[in-house]
């Protein structure tokens, strides 16, 4: 590991400064910051009781990685983002706008679905045939996406943005429909495994020892499941569909968000490993309708005044942020990325600290990697 890679450049000394800072002043109790240029890691530092190995639910850093996925099967004939929604998925809503979904706009979040609703409540309380628990179980996940299927819109397709995360359980289902296997299968083979991404997965605790747990960041108390949350999704629509699902989910380490940022950059210029040049530069180029939106189909951009990315972030930047207090930002013209992990969330879902504070941290990287 170089000095850069390990927190010691003086470049980066004001970033390694705030980083610290955010533990002390409780915005949350663990963090990784990595900063890169093109295949190099710059700079790579953790904080309070995370490692550079710390694997943190990255919530809804899940949805960029689905939307890589939707992409890799669209480049294998399999789905289309201009396709109509409904003919793979068994529509039921009574607002007949929802057959005019295309992909692109659940990934955009211009679908016109609503943002949120508290699915995870429709079984609660609801057991299967032979008297289980329905919630985190197959049919709980069918039957979640079976109601997001029956809603009606709040707008036409295209007319407008709202940020969804039942758009984006609609694609993770679309991709298992068009791919025959379960989402965590299909990433694994055709993202995490040729990318290297070997640390990120869903149900974490499925597939690691007892004496990895420690690898695992938690993000507290739920009340709905009346435990604390380590290894398993913070998310409880998520948790209610088994934890795997297009929207959450998904757990990783600050190295292996690294190698994916690094396929959008290398694929962009037509040498990724697992998405064409189209794919990527559709993924990181903001959707010309409705006018104004700041969404790509995968990614968010910077949004003014004060962006999470910081003040300093590169016009044409893309990135995400996750509830439970990670984030992920490319430059895909000067081809550097930053991935700050937190668990936010282990102080209460009400813990604000970390929205003022993400900026300036943003910020002092993007200066240095300027400068």
Request: net charge negative; charged share 25%.
């Amino acid at each position: 590991m170089t000095a850069a890679a390990a927190g010691a450049d003086p470049g980066f000394r004001e970033a390694a400064d705030l980083l610290d800072a955010g533990v002390r002043e409780g915005a949350y109790a663990a963090a990784v910051l990595l900063v890169a240029r093109e295949d190099e890691v710059l700079f790579e530092r953790s904080a309070g009781y995370a490692r550079a190995a710390s694997l943190f639910d990255v919530a809804s850093l899940t949805k960029p990685i689905t939307a890589a996925l939707f992409f890799v099967m669209a480049q294998e004939g399999n789905l289309s983002p201009d396709g109509i929604a409904a003919e793979v998925l068994p529509f039921t809503s009574p607002d007949p706008r929802a057959r005019e979904i295309r992909f692109a706009h659940l990934l955009s979040h211009t679908s016109g679905l609503p943002a949120w609703l508290p699915l995870y409540e429709k079984v609660a309380a609801a057991e299967t045939a032979d008297g289980r628990p329905l919630s985190g179980t197959a049919e709980g996940h069918d039957r979640i996406l079976a109601e997001i299927l029956s809603l009606p819109l709040s707008r036409a397709p295209g007319a407008g943005w709202e940020y969804s995360d039942l758009g984006y359980m609609l694609v993770g289902r679309a991709i298992e429909v068009a791919g025959f296997r379960s989402l965590d299968r299909l990433l694994a083979e055709k993202i995490g495994g040729p990318l290297g991404m070997r640390e990120t997965r869903y149900l974490p605790l499925a597939a690691i020892s007892e004496c990895e747990t420690g690898q695992l960041i938690p993000t507290g108390w739920s009340e709905v499941r009346r435990r604390e949350k380590v290894g398993e999704v913070d998310d409880e629509n998520a948790a209610a569909m088994g934890g795997v699902s297009g929207h959450a989910g998904l757990f990783s380490t600050a190295g292996d968000l690294f190698l994916f940022a690094r396929e959008i950059v290398r694929a962009r210029r037509g040498e990724g490993r697992v998405l064409s040049r189209p794919s990527a530069v559709r993924m990181t180029t903001p959707v010309a309708l409705p006018p104004g939106c700041p969404r790509t189909l995968g990614f968010d951009t910077p949004t003014p005044p004060r962006s999470q990315a910081g003040d300093r972030a590169p016009a044409g930047a893309v990135g995400h942020l996750a509830y439970t207090g990670c984030s992920l930002w490319i430059d895909p013209v000067r081809e550097t990325s930053v991935i700050l992990l937190t668990n936010r969330v282990v102080f209460g879902s009400d813990n604000r600290k970390l929205s003022a504070l993400r900026p300036r941290i943003h910020d002092a990287v993007w200066k240095e990697l300027a400068g």
